[in-house]
């Protein structure tokens, strides 16, 4: 790698100065990092091929739970019914790449980071670094939520329908439900990491969040009724909640980052 510009003496160290590439270095680079994040999700989708059967299991278990509990509804004996000849093997290809794309999900974070962190200085990649750790972590936050909620949407949107409809989902549908409300709620909790990278770079103040606190109470509401993917109360709340408390945790760390 080529360093364009020399520090003099007198100024910080090599290492507070970011790395400054060629454009044609930058687009080689890229491709590198491309091809590894690809290599790197078609590995973890074959590895969750493997695992499919279990996987699936696992996600099937609230539709079962409820069947359990209530036998005269039980006409699939608790499996999914598919409703081609290819939904099977379709829905089992978009679950393992989607597995995939999680279990490769360190690799990926990982070229990102060392692509990105050559034009960074030291204090920029301290909060860089900051920033991806907090997101992760809500991230994987927000898919345990819909992880731990999805089994009472479930049980109440099979009984909203009422004592003449009986259950009979399709793999695609179910399966792509359950990835669809943990992909929402997880995006959806990283949100605090936006509000607070806007007050450090001075965007928005702290105060200013303290003055909307009434305004953005009606939005963040009005936001987890139209994302939830489920529509069914359970999930709204657990949504809408955690989304109001982080708002207030951003305005306090807010006003300790401006300490």
């Known amino acids: 790698m080529t360093v364009l510009d020399e520090t003099p003496a007198t100024e910080a160290p090599a290492t507070e100065t970011p790395t400054i590439m060629p454009a044609l270095a930058h687009l080689v680079e890229l491709r590198r990092r491309l091809i590894i994040c690809v290599l790197a999700v078609v590995a973890g989708t074959a590895l ?47 679950v393992s790449g989607y597995l995939g794309a999680v279990i490769a999900a360190p690799v990926l974070l990982w070229q990102a980071w060392r692509f990105v962190s050559p034009a960074l200085y030291r204090t920029e990649r301290r909060y860089a670094g900051s920033f991806i750790v907090a997101t992760v972590g809500l991230f994987g936050l927000g898919v345990t939520a819909a992880m731990l909620t999805f089994p009472k949407a479930v049980s109440w949107m099979i009984s909203v329908s009422g004592s003449g409809v009986a259950p009979l989902f399709s793999p695609g549908r179910y399966l792509g439900l359950y990835a669809l409300c943990c992909l929402v709620f997880g995006s959806a909790f990283t949100y605090p990491v936006i509000l607070v990278f806007l007050e450090v770079i001075g965007a928005v103040s702290s105060a200013k969040l303290r003055r909307w606190r009434r305004y953005s109470i009606v939005v963040i509401v009005a936001a987890a009724a139209v994302i939830t993917p489920s529509n069914d109360p359970f999930s709204f709340l657990a949504m809408a909640v955690p989304l109001l408390a982080f708002y207030e945790l951003s305005i306090l760390i807010g006003r300790a980052l401006k300490r």
């Open 48 to 94: 969750a091929w493997g695992f499919y059967d279990h996987v699936v299991a696992f996600m099937i278990g609230p539709y079962r739970h409820y069947l359990a509990h209530h036998p005269a509804l039980n006409i699939s004996k608790g499996n999914l019914v598919a409703s081609g000849p290819l939904e099977g093997f379709t829905t089992r290809l978009k």
